[in-house]
């Protein structure tokens, strides 16, 4: 079957420019969750949802960024006003039961 | 903190040679993950191990628990090229709803394996 897809792979966008990354789980798994990974560093937790609800944003770094799943399917994770320091690879992950996470291949992101 | 600590930061071994690497953690957990970094297959699950287990086995993984040291280890047996990568250790962080868990990742061992 399928894995976790994740478009763009990559994406190189202006400072100050809007983007959107999309995720799209695995089928059937009801959580979906979001990661910013930098350079030599372990992946850093962003936002879960159960379904179409949020279940937990508080690893989102400001108001700046904002992800939504209204189908309880596909996500789309947003950030406005794209600063320098926003350049990561963003991974998103999917789980069936809550243990083990499905990641996808991700998404660089590079603001110049 | 929840966030595991691995060592060492990076490994380099010989094929066939075994390699271990340990994670450390502060808090109390329910479980802990290991996970595998590589450039061909990005960010995968290797072995879940619960706080009332002290060891699993997966193929060439073995991996120990010992939560009154609040200490993890992975081993990985008879080394291949292929295992050459980045492990993480993953811990759930609270608050844990049912059917989802957000994981906290450690930084890493970088795993080299020298042909």
């Known amino acids: 079957g399928a894995g976790v897809s994740q478009t763009p792979s990559n994406k190189v966008t202006e400072k100050g420019k809007y983007v959107e990354l999309r995720c799209d789980p695995i089928?059937?798994?009801?959580?979906l969750y979001w990661y910013r990974q930098s350079l030599g560093q372990g992946p850093e937790f962003l936002i879960y949802?159960?379904?179409?609800?949020?279940?937990?944003d508080s690893g989102l770094p400001n108001d700046r960024f904002f992800a939504v799943r209204p189908e309880g399917s596909v996500s789309t994770l947003k950030i406005q006003r794209t600063e320098r320091g926003d350049s990561a690879v963003y991974l998103c992950a999917s789980s069936l039961n809550g243990d083990e996470q499905y990641f996808g291949p991700g998404t660089r992101l590079t603001v110049t | 903190s929840q966030q595991g600590e691995e060592d060492p930061q990076a490994l380099s071994i010989q094929e066939g040679e075994n390699a271990t690497m340990n994670c450390s953690y502060k808090t109390s957990i329910n479980n802990l993950q290991w996970y595998r970094q590589n450039s061909g297959r990005g960010l995968v699950h290797l072995i879940l191990?619960?706080?009332?287990?002290r060891e699993k086995h997966s193929g060439r993984l073995r991996v120990t628990l010992d939560t009154s040291k609040k200490s993890s280890s992975l081993l990985i047996t008879a080394s291949r090229a292929a295992d050459t990568a980045s492990y993480f250790c993953?811990?759930?962080?609270?608050?844990?709803?049912?059917?989802?868990?957000?994981?906290?990742f450690g930084q890493g061992t970088r795993l080299t394996i020298n042909p």
């Open positions: 949802f159960q379904g179409t609800g949020a279940a937990d």
């Open positions: 191990i619960r706080s009332n287990e």
């Open positions: 089928s059937g798994h009801t959580a």
């Open positions: 993953a811990l759930p962080r609270r608050p844990i709803i049912q059917g989802a868990q957000k994981l906290v």
